[in-house]
């Protein structure tokens, strides 16, 4: 884990904001991590339904990325970030007034996001952080833990059976190895370098192939008897995507697409998947069409997990709330390891 720190570029007092302002990491325009600018905003109000979070660490994902990129359009400006840690400053109409000074951790709401020294939050997704449980891993577990859970459940998969975890050392993926290896399964895990193959050994994988090199598919059946995983879990796309189809059971193997961090969603080579007797489904959507009080109890499971020290998510680094744009570069340039944070 690294951390390194910045001083802020605008400072009218003593590098804080004035009365009923903050300071943000924001977008006004679409493009590379450079146009992430750290600037003074409006404090947010919460809404029916919301509270103020006093923001002590923001989550970063690669969703982040995405959207900043422009791939997935939002209103600008637009404050990143969905994930916040901190205590809770003031609550919303409708929202419980207990909630108010306690320690959580939240998903954001709007364009109000997590970027930023105070930041809008749902109340019916805002999480008290349990007693022993440090806010580094609570923020680690409480999103990514939900949906790697979420991912393993709409796949049903079963113990004894093998699942193959590509993108393994990533944010997500390191979970769903701790998770699957949990749950009964054979993990093989793909990743790209030493290093995030054996970050993924780590997390409890039996068998780690790289995916840099175009025999990989080979591997994962060589490790697998041959036969090919029974489940596949892909977030790449592409290329390697495609190869993470190669390397499913034939027949029988269940391919889940949950994302597309090359760039661009996995071809589906549709006759052979119908000669293999393969489904391919996207697990995500069945994940996020979960009712409000499945999400958070998907939530609530992986804190409880955390808490046990039975699921531990990997911090690659802390950064600055006015570095987020090399926080940015270094995850869409794929150099992590784990998730990143960011400090206000």
Partial sequence: MSRRSAVPTSDPVAGHPEEDSMY????????PPEVLRYE?????????????VAVERAGVSYGDVIVRAGSYPVELPYVPGVEVGGRVVAVGDGADPALVGRRVVACTAGNAGGYAELARARAAYTFPVPDGLGLAVAIGVFQAGAVALGLLTAMRVRPGETVLVTAAAGRIGLQLVQLARAAGATVVAAAGGTAKIAAAREAGAEHAVDYTGDDW????????????????????????????????????????????????????????????GQSVSGPLSLVFAKSDAEQRA???????????????????????????????????????????????
């Fill in 217 to 276: 598919p080979a591997q994962v059946r060589a490790a697998t008897g041959g036969r090919g995983a029974d489940v596949v879990l892909d977030a790449i796309g592409g290329t390697l995507g495609a190869q993470a189809i190669d390397a499913a059971a034939r027949p029988g193997g269940r391919i889940g697409i949950y994302g597309f961090a090359s760039g661009t969603w996995t071809p589906l080579p549709t006759a052979a998947i119908v000669r293999g």
């Fill in 40 to 52: 003074q905003v409006d404090e947010p109000v919460p809404a029916a339904g919301e509270v103020l």
């Fill in 298 to 344: 998907d939530a609530e499971q992986a804190l409880a997990a955390a808490g046990r020290g039975e699921l531990a998510p990997r911090l690659h680094a802390e950064y600055p709330l006015a570095d987020a744009a090399a926080a940015h570069a270094e995850l869409g340039d794929r150099r992590t390891i784990g998730g990143i944070q960011l400090l206000p």
């Fill in 24 to 31: 943000a990491s924001r977008i006004h325009q679409f493009g």
